[in-house]
């Protein structure tokens, strides 16, 4: 397999400007997360989903951040507008199950909003 | 909520010296999961903890769970630039997988 597979590796853009990140998980695992990570704040939650329903986004810091998951294939996150504090690292991971399995990261998204 | 607190923030050996990073939690955990992520790289597993005072050992490694499952270790013997990174504790508590901020360990030849 090849792993968790998350697109664009790197995105750079304006603030204001809706970006738009994609994750394809690992064929047959059930769960799918969204992580952000920075410096000040480590890795964080976002959300995550069971089967391609959302479970819970209590970690999505405000309406600016949406994601969907429309197939078991295929997860986007949607920020938009964007500002610069949203620069980070965005990972996604995937994993059996919830809890009791490991998670599965992808390579990460690096975005910087200038 | 529940949080997972790891300590020390960052530590810098000279190769061949050992190290220790330490997670507590909050609240008793499910299980415990350790992940290493290198300098420029995302988050790899590296194993999982489940049974009250459990140790395991990867080699150099040896990874312990408390006996009240609320905190962990992990000890790396004779440190070596391979080992350079991030270390996290991920705590289950059931409802979701919490992540501590991190150990960065960074090796000098």
């Known amino acids: 397999d090849a792993g968790v597979i998350q697109s664009p590796r790197h995105e750079v853009t304006e603030m204001g400007q809706e970006v738009t990140l994609r994750c394809k998980p690992i064929?047959?695992?059930?769960?799918l997360f969204w992580y952000r990570q920075t410096m000040m704040r480590g890795l964080e939650l976002l959300i995550y989903?069971?089967?391609?329903?959302?479970?819970?986004d209590s970690g999505m810091p405000e309406d600016r951040f949406s994601a969907k998951m429309p197939n078991a294939s295929f997860s986007t996150l949607k920020i938009q507008p964007s500002e610069p504090r949203d620069s980070a690292v965005y990972f996604c991971?995937?994993?059996?199950?919830?809890?009791?399995?490991?998670?599965?990261f992808g390579p990460g998204t690096r975005l910087t909003v200038t | 909520g529940q949080q997972v607190m790891q300590i020390p923030q960052y530590q810098h050996v000279q190769e061949g010296e050992d190290f220790t990073t330490y997670c507590n939690s909050s609240?008793?955990?499910?299980?415990i999961q350790w992940y290493k992520q290198r300098p420029g790289g995302h988050p790899v597993f590296l194993i999982q903890?489940?049974?009250?005072?459990e140790v395991k050992k990867q080699k150099r490694l040896t990874f312990q769970f408390g006996e009240a499952k609320k905190n962990s270790s992990l000890h790396i013997t004779a440190t070596q630039t391979t080992d350079v990174g991030t270390y996290f504790c991920?705590?289950?508590?059931?409802?979701?997988?919490?992540f501590g901020k991190g150990t960065s360990l960074l090796v000098t030849p």
């Open positions: 991971a995937s994993s059996l199950d919830r809890g009791a399995y490991e998670q599965y």
């Open positions: 064929s047959g695992h059930d769960y």
């Open positions: 989903f069971n089967n391609n329903v959302p479970i819970d």
């Open positions: 609240t008793t955990l499910s299980n």
């Open positions: 903890l489940v049974k009250s005072g």
């Open positions: 991920a705590g289950d508590s059931g409802y979701a997988l919490n």
